[in-house]
């Protein structure tokens, strides 16, 4: 990303700065209670992406001001200051400055900060105090001064006791709701955690979900396992919701560990799926040494059970399953479930029904050395062997190995990522991506797009495009980029086209590849 200088485009973010004006320089800040999640960031200023950054709901700065503390807590309806003025503290001296906004105002005693996509407000300032006996005492409300143009400060009338701190709380929030009207017909908050995959039955309109999450008050609903295998830590959960968005079923999967630390039982799903007969496939990552597995019926069926295999021990592996429509009601509701593992690392990305098979796609771990993750080369298919990481797999709806390769470009210099799925029954498989290599298996049919990512360079690849025909072999592959950083995010078949969404750092200098189409949507402008 860059910053946006053209007003004549919409925007769907805007920043605006807090300064608290002429507090002390020196005051240091001390966060905690972190959050669940984590932020990535890919700036084109950063000389490499920044990612994996935990956030904090709270955040305290003793003396901001002189015997002026501040706490700032976050939540879902946004933030709250409180100022907490001790013994000797002056409240004139609270003054902060708004920069960004397109305009701000006191209107009925609130801020009015006015940006381009809504309007964030400052809500009155309400004063009062706690007692020793932890009894809220003297409450009343402040008045907002302004002190000069987009600066502000509060004012004060309520009799206050000199016993005790007086608190001076400011909750910001958003006037303006979405508009149901025309586009919005439902939304919800899901527990605490993590969404990673959702898809929707386009015939009887369900909705499947997977994710991870370590909220104790998950709304779990009908699942087969509706309490967490072990608090604290992460775990994977399914879910199926109705055509009406109601629930049908929600539960969790994991296991439980024999050392109770994060890397012996966390569990994430990535990626789900169902087919014609309303069955549920779900792809996951996951530490434990005892998930629940079980052999599909098939004698033929591929089963890695980690609790009786001593290789897979202390090691993250990916695992898929398939459970009937029932989801978990019913104690038999989950048909089979496998690790896909060897003695290194492997990570699961993400899982397409065809028909009566499914394709993966997942990070191995170790192909190269004593205990590589299992593959299974096929006559006719795209085979490539050695040392890999990125990998596609392909099983039968009832967990027969049909096909597992390494998509490395054969070359362990430069990364690559695969991203991304789908598959038609008249197209194919199809996968998007990013690679820093030249020698993806690219084809002269098709696009045959060259390679235009730098020779060297952390995060200067191109985005790739590849499509494979029915006996897995590749029928097409290009690059898809400029001379910079391009990455392929996700890949959809429709209607005989291939459509792929991603991300392009290549300006004018070095411009993407665009490719002007009469009648429709065209921007070949970097801005």
């Not at 955040?59 to 879902?76: E, K, S, T, V």
């Not at 969790?252 to 496939?281: K, R």
């Not at 797999?393 to 991304?420: E, Q, R």
Request: charged share 15%.
């Amino acid at each position: 990303t860059k910053g946006d200088t053209l007003l004549s485009t919409n925007d769907t973010i805007v920043r605006v700065d807090l300064d608290f004006f002429e507090s002390d320089t020196l005051a240091k800040a001390y966060s905690y209670e972190k959050t669940e999640g984590y932020v990535n960031y890919f700036l084109n200023n950063l000389s490499k992406p920044i990612t994996g950054l935990k956030g904090d709901n709270r955040i305290f700065i003793p003396d901001i001001y002189n015997n002026i503390d501040l706490q700032i807590y976050n939540n879902i309806n946004g933030i709250k200051y409180y100022f907490i003025l001790k013994a000797g503290a002056t409240l004139s001296d609270i003054n902060f400055k708004l920069t960004g906004a397109n305009s701000t105002a006191i209107v009925s005693n609130e801020i009015n900060v006015n940006c381009y996509i809504n309007k964030l407000v400052f809500n009155s300032p309400q004063v009062y105090q706690i007692d020793l006996t932890s009894t809220i005492t003297n409450t009343g409300t402040a008045t907002w001064r302004n002190v000069s143009t987009d600066t502000y400060s509060i004012q004060s009338s309520v009799t206050t006791s000199t016993a005790y701190p007086v608190i001076i709380m400011v909750e910001t929030n958003k006037t303006a709701s979405p508009s149901t009207t025309g586009n919005l017909s439902w939304s919800t908050f899901f527990g605490g955690g993590s969404v990673e995959d959702l898809r929707v039955n386009k015939t009887n309109g369900k909705q499947y979900l997977t994710g991870s999450t370590h909220g104790v008050n998950f709304p779990v609903f009908n699942g087969l396992y509706t309490s967490q295998p072990y608090a604290n830590l992460p775990d994977a959960f399914i879910a199926q919701f109705k055509a009406n968005n109601a629930r049908d079923w929600v539960g969790f999967y994991g296991g439980v560990p024999n050392v109770p630390t994060y890397y012996e039982c966390a569990d994430f799903g990535t990626g789900i799926d169902y087919d014609s007969q309303g069955c549920v496939y779900v792809m996951g990552t996951t530490w434990s040494d005892s998930l629940p597995t079980k052999k599909s019926s098939n004698p033929s069926a591929f089963f890695i059970s980690k609790a009786v295999n001593p290789i897979l021990d202390n090691n993250k592996d990916i695992f898929f399953l398939k459970m009937d429509s029932t989801g978990g009601v019913l104690n038999n509701s989950v048909e089979w479930c496998t690790y896909l593992g060897g003695g290194a690392m492997e990570e699961s990305k993400k899982i397409k029904i065809a028909g009566t098979n499914l394709y993966m796609i997942g990070i191995g771990g170790n192909t190269g050395g004593t205990y590589p993750t299992p593959l299974h080369y096929k006559s006719g298919a795209y085979n490539e062997t050695g040392v890999g990481h990125n990998q596609i797999y392909k099983f039968s709806n009832d967990c027969v190995y049909d096909w597992g390769t390494n998509f490395d470009n054969n070359t362990t210099s430069g990364g690559m990522f695969l991203n991304a799925l789908d598959w038609s029954n008249s197209s194919g498989l199809t996968l998007t991506g990013y690679s820093e290599s030249p020698n993806l298996p690219v084809t002269t049919a098709g696009a045959n797009i060259p390679y235009n990512g730098a020779s060297t360079g952390l995060m200067k690849g191109d985005a790739f495009w590849a499509l494979f025909d029915s006996n897995d072999d590749i029928q097409y592959c290009t690059f898809i980029g400029g001379t910079d950083y391009d990455e392929g995010f996700d890949v959809e078949i429709s209607g005989g086209f291939t459509y792929v969404v991603g991300q392009t750092k290549a300006t004018s200098i070095t411009p993407f590849p665009c490719q002007p189409s009469g009648g429709l949507y065209n921007d070949n402008t970097y801005d």
